[in-house]
């Protein structure tokens, strides 16, 4: 469809679904516009309310259907993944800065780049960059509280606080590099590309990539800021090399990358995915932890009990029966505000969902949001309780803040580690609390799940703490 194409030709042009999915029709969509760009969330809480675990949205061609129910999920993710690609908006919009990066790549190149990649994220690997995790944590804390006195408190936007960490510990043990130089153009550079492809995914009119739109400009000028701060690194390895037994350019990521033989262009790639992926939704996880933990104090004191008591501060490997309180802490609130709320697949060939004989070219769309709160899977889904993660037997069918099947992400392990290290330094000698007038912030659907706003919380160093 042409970029001129007017926006009315579009909305006459969707049809309802004739598979027999119920869903909204084109005119409610056209209602709902402006709240679905606004506050897509909610939207899709509201479908899924009025028309159940399956649901047909009114688009022009093959059809798009929404899929809550853990066996369809399954289906899609990974039983029948080989026949569920990544051709759709959302991987579109997004490969526009991250380019041909692990997250958005498409088979053949994707599984190559996986097997390159996986080794930096290898339980050793991750046990030996632990001292770099907790460094990032404590200086972005002491940066961030400044000097607070035993007893005393103030006010912080917690979600600039983990954002910061989150990038520096993605610096620090992927790349074996300082990004504190470049920490405040990286941030502003990942949030704005976050906002575009955002914008991009939501655009009800396609546009070619080439025309000199507000947004292209702007994505453009976006990627290469990040291309240039990518570019550095890369030219800084390869000057310097930092061979290590068995590897050139080093056993991190960047130089298992440089060491695979990927040209330059494909290496920005993937640091431009890990910066993005891996920095944006730890922050999103953790912002919102910090933040049920404040509203939830004996949770919080039931954590601090935990982690006071160990005998050697936590590690990026630390086994859940070490930390079994902790762990479900971060469990529940990755059901609660799973960071990746989104995930999109384009069927290939013809498939059978929920029942339903759908063609080739489908979009199924996934929402963790969603699925996570269905109250067949879990009882009394909207409550934080953190019990409901203690039992390792527990039934964990619909809990997916990290995908499923072959694309799983593969920092999950990096991403839970980092949550643990992260609260472990800052709640032993910290209290997060709500600050006056307190309302909880609207969840905002970025890239990642963020606070609209930020996430003001009291944050009070504890008596008696050295
Ligand atoms: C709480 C933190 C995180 C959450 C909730 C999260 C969530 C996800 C999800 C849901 C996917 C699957 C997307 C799909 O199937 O389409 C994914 C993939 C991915 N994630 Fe994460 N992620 C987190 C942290 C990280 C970290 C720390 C890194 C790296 C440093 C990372 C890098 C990736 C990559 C590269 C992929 C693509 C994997 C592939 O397709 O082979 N993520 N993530």
Redesign the pocket.
């Given at each position: 469809m042409s970029g001129r194409t007017s926006v009315a030709t579009r909305l006459q042009a969707m049809q309802p679904t004739d598979l027999g999915v119920p869903g909204p029709t084109s005119l409610d969509m056209a209602r709902a516009f402006r709240s679905v760009r606004r506050d897509p969330l909610s939207f899709l809480v509201e479908v899924s309310q009025r028309y159940g675990d399956l649901v047909a949205f009114p688009v022009p061609g093959p059809p798009a259907l929404l899929v809550n129910d853990p066996d369809d999920v399954r289906h899609v993710?990974q039983t029948a993944a080989r026949n569920w690609g990544?051709k759709t908006v959302q991987y579109g919009a997004l490969s526009r800065v991250t380019g041909q990066?692990?997250?958005a790549s498409a088979e053949p190149g994707?599984i190559e780049h996986?097997r390159v990649a996986a080794p930096a994220f290898h339980h050793q690997r991750l046990e030996a960059v632990s001292d770099q995790v907790r460094a990032a944590a404590d200086e972005a804390f002491s940066a961030g509280l400044g000097a607070l006195s035993p007893g005393s408190g103030r006010v912080v936007d917690v979600a600039s606080l983990t954002h910061r960490v989150g990038l520096d510990a993605?610096g620090r043990a992927?790349f074996s590099a300082d990004l504190s130089g470049h920490a405040q153009q990286l941030l502003d550079a990942t949030s704005d590309a976050a906002e575009l492809v955002v914008r991009l995914g939501r655009s009800i009119l396609p546009t070619a990539e080439w025309a000199p739109t507000p947004t292209n400009v702007r994505l453009r000028l976006t990627r290469r800021r990040l291309d240039a701060i990518t570019s550095d690194l890369i030219a800084e390895r390869r000057a310097a090399g930092r061979p290590t037994a068995g590897s050139v350019h080093g056993d991190d990521l960047l130089g298992l990358l440089l060491d695979s033989g990927m040209a330059d262009a494909e290496v920005r790639d993937e640091l431009v995915?890990?910066v993005i992926?891996?920095h944006e939704?730890?922050a999103g996880?953790l912002t919102w932890t910090l933040m049920l933990l404040a509203e939830h104090p004996a949770a919080q004191d039931r954590l601090r009990s935990e982690l006071s008591g160990l005998d050697r501060p936590v590690s990026l490997l630390d086994p859940r029966d070490r930390i079994p309180w902790t762990r479900a802490v971060i469990d529940e609130a990755?059901r609660l505000y799973?960071?990746?709320w989104a995930?999109s697949r384009r069927s290939l060939g013809p498939d059978v969902i929920g029942g339903v004989e759908v063609p080739a070219g489908t979009l199924a769309i996934i929402s963790?949001w969603l699925v996570h709160r269905r109250a067949e899977s879990w009882p009394d889904p909207a409550s934080f309780r953190p019990e409901r993660f203690l039992d390792p037997a527990a039934a964990r069918s619909g809990y997916?803040?990290?995908?499923q099947g072959p694309?799983?992400?593969?920092?999950?392990d990096?991403?839970i580690g980092?949550?643990a290290v992260v609260l472990d330094r800052l709640l032993v000698d910290h209290r997060v609390g709500l600050p006056q007038g307190w309302s909880r912030p609207e969840a905002q659907a970025q890239v990642a799940v963020h606070p609209r706003g930020g996430m003001p919380l009291l944050v009070t160093r504890l008596a008696g703490t050295a």
């Open positions: 993710l990544k990066g692990l997250l994707w996986r993605v992927l995915t890990m992926a891996g939704t730890v996880a990755l799973p960071p990746a995930i963790p997916l803040p990290f995908g694309r799983l992400c593969i920092g999950r990096f991403a980092e949550m």
